[in-house]
């Protein structure tokens, strides 16, 4: 951790991207280990690019020409279509496709000129997803460094905060090896709306809420559950009476940027609505069929702890994290129940949904958006625990789940870490004797 403290954060940056993009193409960019660049899930996110610019087709009609002929390829075989009172739709949102859409204009542009067919499915595309991921992870850590520097955290400890976050948890799989999920683009979309709404409860200034806005409209516009990142405001404000004043003042003094914000939350959201007007002739529908949440039977426990998909078991960095809202609760209470408040709701909706494992993935993959939490409070934990033998170990175990998160990246990627039935029996093996596993 030595060399984290003598270099600069945009250095540091600058290592991590480089780290990033040999991973990523040393993994999914040869042979044809490319095509499982896009799958799943991501298969829905990106299919309106194609669907948009390409087909000029919203009924999604080429999707048995292109994915179930062209390119098919059986184990990635995934239907993202639902059927909406006659009409065809996508399941999912647009948001990431948006994020994703520079990228795929330049894969468009370059794809003929280096011999690659202009269909929105041949490599090009693929590889240029993948570095979407990447470059919106290493967004999101820069907008992390900005976030911490509003908290006054040491150059020096915002380093090692960064080096954790994008080494030490699963945000480096998303963007490295799934960067078609929407975790990765929801990660830098949050962070943008914390740093916003942060400044806006320092200094009340129209344009910080209006950014605000836009972030918090795209966040939903990428996955609608996330908008309860707005209930981390009480926390991102500070303090009990900061956050009561500008509350105040939205309503009296600030009235007219206020309705800008609404304005640019709902003109961002209308975006979506256009697509499924043109689709159905509705504005409003939910797209998900039968897949719905159970408040009833949230699982709480099982995402943060079970063998199946536990966040503190699969990115173990987040409960050492954990260690600094001990110090959190002795400088500011507020700070404190603020935050476990939005935690624990938080928890309890995504725990809530009827596949609470959410599917094959690694990890709780749903917690990839609110990394800032658990950056937060390391930094706090950094910060304050500065006996030299205590330091050290803090400091050690970092540096030990760092390198065990990039053990547990590997072995899911091979297959030992299973994508969805885990129990405690296998994990062990897994992780102490993988030969048992064959």
């Known amino acids: 951790m030595g060399l984290v403290k003598k270099h600069s954060t945009s250095f540091l940056l600058f290592i991590i991207s480089i780290i990033l993009v040999f991973s990523a193409a040393n993994v999914k960019w040869g042979g044809e280990r490319w095509h499982s660049i896009i799958r799943d899930d991501g298969k829905g996110y990106y299919a309106y690019l194609p669907a948009i610019f390409i087909y000029q087709d919203l009924s999604f009609g080429f999707y048995d020409k ?196 609404l304005l640019s939350v709902f003109g961002v959201l209308f975006i979506q609505g256009i697509i499924y007007y043109l689709q159905t002739g509705h504005f409003i529908i939910y797209s998900y069929g039968t897949d719905h949440f159970d408040f009833l039977d949230s699982h709480m426990i099982d995402i943060l702890f079970s063998y199946k998909k536990g966040l503190f078991l699969y990115t173990p960095i987040c409960l050492l994290a954990c260690f600094g809202s001990y110090y959190l609760f002795l400088k500011n209470k507020f700070h404190f129940f603020s935050l476990l408040a939005f935690f624990l709701v938080l928890t309890y909706v995504l725990a809530s949904w009827w596949s609470w494992w959410y599917g094959g993935s690694f990890s709780s993959r749903v917690y990839v958006e609110y990394l800032f939490v658990f950056a937060i409070l390391l930094a706090f934990a950094l910060e304050h625990i500065t006996i030299k033998k205590w330091r050290n170990l803090f400091m050690a175990s970092l540096f030990f789940l760092i390198l065990f998160n990039q053990k547990q990246t590997y072995l899911y990627r091979i297959g030992h870490i299973h994508f969805v039935d885990m129990d405690k029996e296998w994990y062990w093996n897994s992780i102490i004797d993988p030969l048992k596993l064959k």
Request: charged share 15%; glycine share 6%; net charge positive.
């Open 66 to 261: 292109i994915e179930n002929e062209k390119y098919f390829i059986p184990q990635l075989v995934f239907d993202y279509r639902n059927e909406y009172q006659g009409s065809i739709v996508n399941k999912y949102y647009v948001g990431t496709a948006i994020a994703e859409l520079p990228f795929f204009l330049m894969a468009h542009a370059l794809s003929e000129p280096m011999g690659y067919d202009s269909d929105g499915y041949s490599k090009i595309y693929y590889v240029f997803v993948n570095i979407a991921g990447l470059f919106y992870m290493v967004l999101g850590l820069y907008l992390l460094w900005k976030i911490l520097l509003l908290y006054q955290i040491k150059k020096s400890n915002i380093n090692i905060v960064l080096l954790s976050i994008g080494l030490g948890t699963h945000l480096f799989y998303y963007a490295a090896f799934e960067p078609c999920m929407s975790h990765v683009y929801s990660f830098a979309a949050v962070n943008a709306f914390v740093l916003w709404s942060k400044k806006c409860f320092i200094e009340a200034k129209s344009k910080y809420l209006i950014i605000a806005a836009l972030m918090f409209g795209m966040i939903v516009l990428i996955r609608p559950v996330n908008g309860l990142v707005i209930l981390a405001l009480p926390f991102v404000s500070g303090s009990f009476p900061v956050f009561k004043q500008r509350l105040q003042e939205l309503f009296t003094k600030k009235y007219l940027a206020t309705i800008g914000a």
